[in-house]
């Protein structure tokens, strides 16, 4: 009788032994996964404004900021529209490189502040700096919605209105000098061009 009691147990014994592998390695297989997905450069998700016109919106400022943004602000020249969000751990690694940007001078760069509450942008803008020219508070979601943004951060270079490029996911220095910037050059370069 204890011969049965002893084998209906061996079972259970090796199930949850199997459980207490398989969880933890089914869970951080996830989050290879997702880390990989996140910043591997998911710049290549299709976009179906891309060479369109920048949706039409008109975002107030945020909170502390004297001026919102709008379709007209990204009309006339080459700029960098990123979308950032308090909340992003990403917008925050890739956002020193942002400032670094902005003192140079070369591109203009405005934001699009995605979903957050407006004494949390400003704080966040207050700590880490602000090299936006002009940022709008997009609260509910909305304009996010008709740019397409899939997830902050997002970044758009911009040619006169036109959504030229869009990169997903947070920038890194290579992305910057190998991708972004040599776009903006190129575009800066045909549109001194084409007003000959």
């Not at 997905?37 to 945020?62: M, Q, R």
Request: charged letters at 20%; one cysteine or more.
């Amino acid at each position: 009788m204890t011969h049965e009691v002893a084998s209906k147990t061996e079972p259970v014994a090796r199930r949850s032994i199997s459980g207490f592998v398989l969880v933890p390695l089914v869970a951080l297989a996830l989050m290879v996964l997702f880390g990989w997905g996140l910043f591997k450069g998911g710049d290549d998700l299709p976009s179906a404004l891309l060479g369109k016109p920048v949706p039409d919106f008109a975002l107030p400022p945020v909170l502390g900021r004297e001026e919102g943004l709008s379709t007209q602000d990204l009309i006339g020249h080459v700029s960098l529209v990123n979308v950032f969000a308090s909340w992003c751990v990403p917008c925050r690694a890739e956002h020193p490189l942002f400032m670094e940007l902005s003192a140079t001078g070369e591109v203009p760069i405005y934001g699009i502040n995605y979903k957050d509450p407006p004494d949390q942008a400003r704080a966040w803008l207050d700590e880490l700096g602000d090299p936006y020219a002009r940022i709008g508070a997009d609260i509910n979601g909305r304009a996010g919605i008709e740019w397409g943004v899939y997830g902050v951060p997002e970044t758009y270079v911009i040619a006169d209105g036109t959504i030229a490029y869009r990169h997903v996911g947070p920038i890194t220095r290579a992305i910057l000098q190998d991708t972004l910037l040599p776009i903006v050059r190129d575009l800066k370069t045909q549109s001194a061009q084409e007003s000959k």
